[in-house]
């Protein structure tokens, strides 16, 4: 079976490992621009949520790419960006409520309580729920 079949019969799971291969590699430095960009935050902002010091963002922007752990937390917003943006319809709504404070996250933006990985859980449940309409 060839690659371009293998996309049309599985295009979740190719997307996955292309995904996962990506992070593997470590994401392009221009990913962390774009991302800083779509979620109108300063550089400094995004790089404390991606617990990246600013001397190692340096670094990275120097050699081009992220390491495997940073490219995953760098991921792990832009997933969230996309979900949001589904739920709330547009990215302007989806960019507000991630840096609104949300009572079911204990007061916290979905970004600030998704900055680790079990935050991030609750806050694409959280999403799920309102999605569906579930009382949060």
């Known amino acids: 079976m060839t690659q371009e079949t293998e996309q049309v019969l599985y295009p979740e799971e190719s ?29 400094s902002e995004l790089a ?11 670094r990275r922007k120097e ?20 979900a949001a943006e589904r739920v709330l319809a ?19 933006s979905p970004l600030r309580f998704a900055k680790h990985e079990t935050g991030a859980r609750e806050v694409f449940d959280l999403l799920g729920r309102l999605e569906y309409g579930v009382f949060s």
């Open 15 to 43: 997307s996955i490992q292309s995904h996962i291969q990506a992070v593997e590699r470590g994401l392009p430095f221009q990913v962390f621009t774009r991302l800083q960009e779509e979620l109108d935050l300063g550089k």
């Open 48 to 58: 404390e949520l991606a617990q990246i010091s600013t001397r190692t963002l340096n």
């Open 63 to 82: 050699r081009g790419f992220f390491s495997p752990t940073e490219s995953e937390r760098l991921h792990r917003f832009e997933a969230l960006l996309k």
């Open 90 to 108: 547009t990215r302007d709504d989806a960019r507000e409520w991630l840096k609104t404070p949300v009572r079911a996250l204990g007061g916290y």
